[in-house]
């Protein structure tokens, strides 16, 4: 038998974060991360201890704490996630913080805003939730994302319209007043894919290049998007270069790119022209 100080103190000797292990054994046990703490000396019955074991040796061997704990904060929202889903990431909130400041500077008083590759609803959901009056659409070719998406907003209460098909085919005509995106953009012979091998692959590359998602869907953007509305893109911090001429050969002006917090450049973004 051990006690948590004993569980905890085994997890870091199999190379697994303290914090990590708090919060997997937290969720096993139904309790609060500061409850551990204050009860390390606490004794796990035989079953806990082999769950927390089990999830222990998931966790080493790289899978998301994410995954093994059912969830992940995003710009203030609890969202379900699981293997089906990239995990969340925080540099992503860049991109809603960029959308609510164009949202706050004018526009329909009901926007209408588009998810390009919604995966968990994370970006739909977090715009939704701080601006209630829009009319948020999200796609994704996923079926098993959009089914993680609409958990998500069902549990959260936020109404979204989810799309099913790759980019902007499945959108016909229809036009928008901001589009966002966080797609698939690492090359496929990156090494850091190894390492990722956990989260769905189609969410992470898709292609030799990286940029071809990226193509894709500025290309397609002109038609999709009313004269004034922007296109925010996330991307990798060595293709902000390559990301702004793509949209300047499409005709969007007033191009800039934005760093995440670690000071890389992480979204670019540009206007359609006209308003």
């Not at 222990?56 to 996630?81: C, I, M, N, S, T």
């Not at 994302?145 to 109404?159: I, M």
């Not at 229809?174 to 698939?184: C, E, G, K, Y």
């Given at each position: ?12 000797r ?17 309790r ?11 004794v796990?019955?035989a ?7 089990a ?5 080493a ?13 995003f710009?203030?929202?609890d969202l379900q ?14 991109l809603v913080d ?13 926007p ?12 739909a959901?977090?715009?939704k ?33 989810f ?25 496929a ?28 869907i500025?290309?397609?953007a ?14 990798g911090?060595?293709?902000?270069t ?5 949209l ?28």
């Amino acid at each position: 038998m051990k006690s948590i100080a004993q569980a905890l103190a085994e997890a870091r000797r199999r190379g697994v974060d303290r914090l990590d292990a708090q919060l997997l054994l937290a969720q096993l046990l139904a309790r609060e991360r500061a409850w551990l703490i204050a009860h390390d000396d606490s004794v796990l019955d035989a079953p806990d201890a082999a769950r927390f074991d089990a999830a222990l040796a998931r966790r080493a061997a790289g899978e998301p704490l994410a995954y093994l704990v059912g969830h992940k904060e995003f710009h203030g929202l609890d969202l379900q996630v699981d293997a089906r889903v990239l995990v969340p990431r925080p540099e992503t909130e860049l991109l809603v913080d960029w959308a609510l400041e164009l949202l706050a500077h004018g526009g329909p008083a009901a926007p209408r805003i588009i998810d390009l590759g919604t995966g968990s609803g994370a970006i739909a959901l977090a715009l939704k939730r701080h601006w209630p009056a829009a009319c948020v659409t999200a796609t994704d070719a996923s079926a098993g994302s959009l089914d993680v998406a609409r958990r998500n907003a069902d549990r959260l209460a936020l109404a979204l319209e989810f799309v099913a098909g790759s980019w902007w085919q499945p959108l016909d005509a229809r036009r928008f007043d901001l589009a966002l995106s966080n797609p698939p953009y690492v090359r496929a012979d990156d090494a850091h894919l190894a390492a990722l091998g956990h989260e769905p692959r189609g969410a992470l590359t898709p292609g030799p290049t990286g940029l071809e998602a990226l193509v894709e869907i500025v290309a397609g953007a002109g038609a999709r998007l009313e004269p004034g509305a922007w296109l925010l893109l996330e991307h990798g911090f060595d293709q902000a270069t390559a990301v702004q001429a793509l949209l300047g050969r499409h005709g969007f002006v007033a191009i800039r790119t934005r760093a995440d917090l670690a000071g890389q450049p992480r979204c670019t973004g540009g206007q359609r022209p006209g308003r």
